[in-house]
């Protein structure tokens, strides 16, 4: 199947909303999970979240890593409200948590030792923003964790996932579910990226019947 890009950012409301109330424990689990088997050494200091929309996997890198700083980066309002709310109630977190609301390619001068980021790439027109701005924001030995959904082989592959995985969901977020699948690049796609950046030496991985991940340290 042909990819079929979907609108970069979520800012209709419903749409925001329904997204972040929807139960991605899970995904976020696994997120967690994969940074701490792929890094086990580096202790994170300075992290953005690319795309972080309502935070959950923000919130939840920042808990299990108590001696980091992090910058959740969404071009959606909407979404930063959400999160600025869900923070408000995670006290314990708020002195290491910031929004920033802006929308990538992004040519401020800034330094990260870690670069995450979970279902961005999919949404990207030009896939090359998120490889360039964490070239351009990642320190030298910075670790990168990039996950997102891979591309089905066709629209009824990608409805059976849909039922798989969201029968019982709003039609908002089945409709946005079935629309990111088709969206998202596959693995080969992924690497021809990666080669075109000069990060050819990460590692790309499928990781569940939906999601795959790449990672590695920069130069
Ligand atoms: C599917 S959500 C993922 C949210 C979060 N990372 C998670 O795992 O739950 C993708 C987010 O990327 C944001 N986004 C899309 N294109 C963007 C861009 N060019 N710059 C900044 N944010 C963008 C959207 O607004 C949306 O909140």
């Known amino acids: 199947m ?4 979907e609108p970069e950012l979520m800012e209709e409301p419903r749409q925001a909303h329904s997204y972040a109330e929807a139960d991605f424990s899970d995904a976020t689990r696994l997120f967690i999970d994969l940074f701490a088997n792929n890094f086990p050494r580096h202790r994170p200091r300075r992290v953005v979240d690319l795309g972080c929309g309502p935070g959950q996997i923000t919130m939840a890198f920042a808990a299990a890593h108590p001696g980091s700083q992090i ?3 969404d ?3 909407t979404m930063l409200e959400i999160a600025t709310e869900r923070l408000r ?3 314990t977190l708020t002195r290491r948590v910031e929004w920033w609301l802006t929308r990538l390619p992004n040519s401020t001068t800034r330094s990260y030792d870690t ?4 279902s961005l790439l999919h ?11 964490i070239q351009n924001w990642g320190a030298s030995g910075a670790a990168v ?3 997102d959904l891979y591309r089905p082989s066709s629209k009824a592959e990608a409805a059976r996932i849909v039922e798989r995985y969201a029968a019982d969901a709003p039609e908002i977020l089945r409709r946005d579910f079935f629309n990111s699948l088709c969206a998202a690049f596959t693995r080969e796609e992924i690497h021809q990226q990666l080669e075109i950046s000069g990060l050819a030496d990460f590692q790309v991985k499928v990781v569940s ?3 795959l991940a790449v990672w590695g340290i920069l130069k």
């Open 2 to 5: 042909q990819r079929i890009p």
């Open 71 to 73: 910058t959740g980066i």
């Open 75 to 77: 071009g959606s309002s």
């Open 89 to 91: 109630q995670q006290s």
């Open 115 to 118: 670069l995450i980021s979970n």
């Open 123 to 133: 949404h990207l027109h030009e896939p090359q923003i998120l490889w360039r701005q």
């Open 145 to 147: 964790l990039v996950m």
């Open 209 to 211: 019947d939906r999601h």
